[in-house]
């Protein structure tokens, strides 16, 4: 595997549910990000990792919660959504969080996420 | 507030012409700034980016200018192929933190 990975690339599920998204990095990259990209809105930061600490939370519910256990992976824990958290989850990384060239970032296809 | 802009939602050229998409912004701490391009079922993939330092950054066919001034960048790719054919989003970083545009689906007729 090369590159940002992300599972499931579809999920499907009910307000009561838990569930997780997970991704995956093989570039060596220290930062990691959660965006959301809903329909007709342009890309929403949620959450930066760097060196596995959360240097950003963009005001996040509480029913997202994010989990990076090193640099190479990235959680996403979902609990009590609402149908309007329904949306294309985007997994990015970076060198780093500063500095050029550390703001090029590489993304992953994305999870899409339907809430019921 | 918006602070990334991409006024036009979409674009349409005629293969071989020039395709220009712009960007606005509005926060002048903006130092790095990035032009990413995505297609159906896949994440938004790097294309290419200038500091604030410069005004200018060409990378084969594809030229990003800056104008501080105006708090203005635009992405020229010439000549426009039907493989670019994809949406364009543009992001401005701040310390390492990237706000991006809504998009621009470009379309290039063959």
């Known amino acids: 595997e090369t590159g940002v990975t992300q599972t499931p690339r579809h999920l499907v599920m009910g307000m009561t549910n838990k569930k997780s998204l997970k991704c995956e990095q093989h570039?060596?990259?220290?930062?990691m990000y959660w965006y959301k990209q809903s329909a007709k809105k342009p890309l929403e930061l949620m959450f930066v990792y760097n060196f596995k600490e959360q240097t950003e939370n963009n005001s996040v519910p509480s029913r997202f919660s994010p989990e990076c256990p090193n640099s190479s992976h990235l959680f996403l824990h979902l609990h009590t959504l609402q149908p309007e958290d329904s949306a294309l989850y985007l997994c990015?990384?970076?060198?780093?969080?500063?500095?050029?060239?550390?703001?090029?970032?590489?993304f992953g296809p994305g999870t899409r996420l339907t809430v019921l | 507030d918006q602070q990334v802009k991409q006024n036009s939602p979409s674009l349409s050229v005629q293969e071989g012409r020039i395709s220009i998409l712009n960007c606005d912004y509005t926060?002048?701490?903006?130092?790095?700034f990035l032009w990413y391009k995505k297609y159906p079922a896949e994440g938004p993939t790097f294309l290419i980016s200038i500091s604030s330092i410069k005004d200018k950054n060409e990378d084969g066919r594809f030229t990003v200018f800056l104008n501080k001034s105006a708090k203005h960048l635009s992405l020229h790719i010439v000549p426009s192929q039907p493989g670019d054919s994809a949406v364009y989003f543009c992001?401005?970083?701040?310390?390492?933190?990237?706000?991006f545009g809504d998009g621009t689906t470009l379309t290039v007729k063959p």
């Open positions: 990015a990384s970076s060198l780093g969080t500063s500095g050029t060239p550390y703001n090029e970032q590489f």
């Open positions: 926060n002048s701490m903006f130092d790095y």
């Open positions: 992001a401005a970083a701040d310390a390492g933190k990237s706000t």
């Open positions: 570039l060596g990259h220290n930062a």
